[in-house]
Structures are given as C-alpha cells and as structure tokens.
C-alpha cells in the first residue's frame, strides 16, 4: 500500500507538471489540439483520483475491520480483569481459611499433647507406687463382685486415656488434611491467576499493535485525501482551462472565417452549420446525435429502463463539461447518468468508480436499455442494439457510441 501510494504521488507531480506547461497556440487547429491534450490529460487525472478513492474505501475498510478486533481485544480484556478480580477474591477467602485451620490444628495439636501428658502423669504416678500398685488395688477386694468392679475401672480408664488419644490424633489429621486441600485450591487458584494475567498482557500487546496498524491506516487515509485534493484542484483548473481554450478556438475560427472571406474578395461566407439541442456551449451534428426511438422501444427489457433510455437521448449534442451535472448546459459522463436517474426518483453516487458498484450486476449479453454500462473511468446508459448513450468529451459531447467501442467492466441493472 505504501508503495501504490508512492507510485501515486509521483504520478501525480508528474502530471501536475506535465499540466502546469503552457502550450501558446494562435490557430484553431492549435486550440483543437491543445483542447484535446487537455481533455486526456484531464481524463488521466480523473482515472488516477478514482482509483486513489477507491484506494481510500479499501484503506478506509480495513482500518474499520481493525477497529473492530481492537473492541474484540478489549472486551476480552476487561473479561480477564473481571476474573483475576474474583480469583483474588477466592484467593484471599482460601487464605482466610488456611489461617484458620493453622489455628485449629495447633490447638488440636496441642490437646493432643495434653492428654498425652496427662496419661505419661498417671502411668509415672502408679509406677512410682510401685510394681504391685494394680497387684494391691486387687488384692483389697472383698468379694468377687468387688474384684469385677475394680477391673472393669481399670479398663474403662485404659480405653477412656485411649479413645481421647485418639480423638484427638484423628481431629489433628482432618484438620491438617483440610489445611492442605486448601492450600492446593489456593496454588491452583493462584496459577490461573498468573495465566490469566499473562494472557491479559498478551491482549494488552496485540491492542497496541493493532493500534498502530490502525494508526498507519489512518495515515495513509490522510495522505492519499491530500492527493486526491490535488487531483480534484488539477480536474478544476483543467475545466477552466479547457472552457478558455474553447471560446479562444471559437473567437479563432471566426478570425480565420472572417480571413477567408476577405481573401475571397466578399466571396460565399462559410457558415459552419451546426445542429444539435444544446442549450449551451458547443453543438453537433451527425448520426451520432440522433437514434430511432425503435432501437429502443423493441428492445428487449424493462419499460422504467427504456423510458430512462428514452429520456437521456433527448440530450444528445448537448456539451460535455467535466465536473458538470447540467443535462442542457454541461455535464461530465458520471454527472449525465446521476442527472438522467434522478428525474426518476434514483439517486446515483456521484463519480464512474463509485457507479461502478450501483444497482446488480449483469453481464453485457443480458444489457437492456438503461442500465449503466461502466468503463475505467467512464459511464454510459445502454440504448439497445449494442449502442450507448454518454456525455464522451469536451469535442464531442452528448452522442450515440458503440457499447463495445472501449472494454467493458461492468453492466450495472438500477431499475
């Protein structure tokens, strides 16, 4: 893209230079041909504007498209922010309860020393009594019932110094058991976590190279609207220059018309006849300005499309002026057909590019009067019988052409 716009601007400084010569020229064939230079010259520019437009619309396009991941990107972003928030919360709540169970298994810890130390108390009291202490407490009994009972007290105290033990042994493990789950909830909490803010930097970093692509886009857009200004303001001053031109050829021919006829001694003046409906500007005659309405009326088609055929060729000889929209003053080959449409209610776009994409397409087999037949850089309205009608040029104006007589890009149905 750099490099088209490149080629562009060099093209256009060229052109701007090859235009900016003036050519000085006294007769009217030299204004002819000055005229016609002109005209191309004109005609190169306005090719090369199109073609920046369209350069602008593709620009224009993928910058929005651009736009659009970025707004992607950032909604995505701020999802990942919403989720390390309320992983940080289920991090710190995990914490809370590791710091609790830190708690709770030192306190079931330190019951279980208690009640260790407490039976270690009772079996060094009894050894210190000495080895016949149980012999003795036996030995005291009176009945056998007695001796029963006092058994029965020893074991109950064996099994309750036992079962506390144990009730305690086990408490510490569950909560050691439940400090460590936790403790693994909150290591695979505090992974995602890191993933999800290595992801969210990941974003952060195609946001800002996209950003920049959008950036350079809108650059290029910049740029190639300033040459696109300078084409426009080159179109202008060429239509100006083409319109002096004209009134200097005319004010020639009659010079040289007046010349003749005093170097004819008073002979038969030439009075050039011209014909035509314009209502300005130069006019034509010739088969080119006139068609039989049959050619259209029998073609096959639409009856909006031939009554818009029918419509346009009662312009015919009527001026060509470029950047004109006037059916009967002046107008260029995109102005004619926007101007010819919309005395039917159809607005057009203004430039041949953009006409380009208008209405359906067809192919040129299937053309029927009225549709738009589009050329690089031109536009004409189908006629039937392979003929078109369009504003051609400055020298010729409003006139009936071959449709083939240039290659055809595009056929465009509108109605």
Request: negative net charge.
């Amino acid at each position: 893209m750099y490099k088209k716009i490149l080629k562009i601007t060099t093209t256009v400084l060229l052109l701007v230079t090859l235009c900016g010569q003036t050519i000085y020229a006294t007769s009217s064939s030299e204004l002819q041909n000055q005229i016609e230079q002109t005209e191309q010259q004109m005609q190169q520019n306005q090719q090369e504007l199109e073609e920046i437009e369209g350069n602008i619309s593709a620009l224009e396009s993928e910058q929005a498209e651009i736009e659009g991941e970025i707004d992607d990107l950032t909604m995505a972003i701020v999802e990942l922010m919403a989720s390390i928030e309320i992983l940080e919360e289920d991090i710190a709540l995990l914490e809370e309860q590791i710091a609790q169970a830190q708690i709770d298994l030192e306190i079931a810890i330190a019951k279980e020393e208690q009640q260790y130390a407490d039976t270690m108390v009772r079996l060094q009291a009894m050894y210190e009594k000495g080895e016949d202490s149980y012999l003795s407490i036996l030995l005291e009994t009176q009945s056998l019932s007695d001796l029963l009972t006092r058994l029965e007290y020893i074991q109950q105290l064996y099994d309750y110094d036992n079962r506390v033990l144990e009730e305690y042994q086990k408490t510490k493990q569950e909560v050691a058991d439940l400090k460590e789950q936790l403790e693994i909830e909150e290591s695979e909490l505090q992974a995602v976590k890191g993933e999800c803010e290595l992801e969210k930097t990941e974003l952060e970093g195609m946001v800002a190279e996209l950003q920049a692509a959008s950036d350079q886009y809108a650059a290029q857009i910049a740029s190639a609207e300033k040459l696109a200004d300078k084409y426009a303001k080159k179109i202008r001053q060429q239509n100006a220059e083409i319109r002096q031109l004209e009134e200097e050829r005319q004010e020639a021919l009659e010079k040289e018309r007046l010349e003749a006829e005093a170097a004819a001694n008073g002979g038969g003046t030439n009075t050039g006849g011209v014909g035509g409906t314009s209502g300005g500007g130069a006019q034509f005659t010739g088969s080119a300005y006139s068609l039989d309405t049959s050619v259209i009326t029998g073609a096959y088609g639409s009856d909006a499309g031939k009554q818009v055929a029918l419509y346009a060729i009662q312009f015919l000889g009527n001026p060509y002026v470029a950047g004109g929209t006037s059916l009967t003053n002046g107008t260029d080959c995109s102005g004619f057909t926007q101007s010819v449409y919309r005395n039917f209610g159809v607005v057009l776009p203004r430039t041949s590019y953009s006409q380009r994409s208008a209405g359906t397409e067809v192919a040129y087999a299937d053309a029927q009067p009225g549709d738009i037949i589009c050329y690089s850089g031109h536009v004409a309205i189908y006629v039937g019988g392979g003929k078109i009608v369009h504003a051609s040029s400055a020298k010729t104006g409003i006139k009936i052409s071959n449709a083939t007589y240039r290659t055809i890009l595009s056929v465009r149905r509108i109605l």
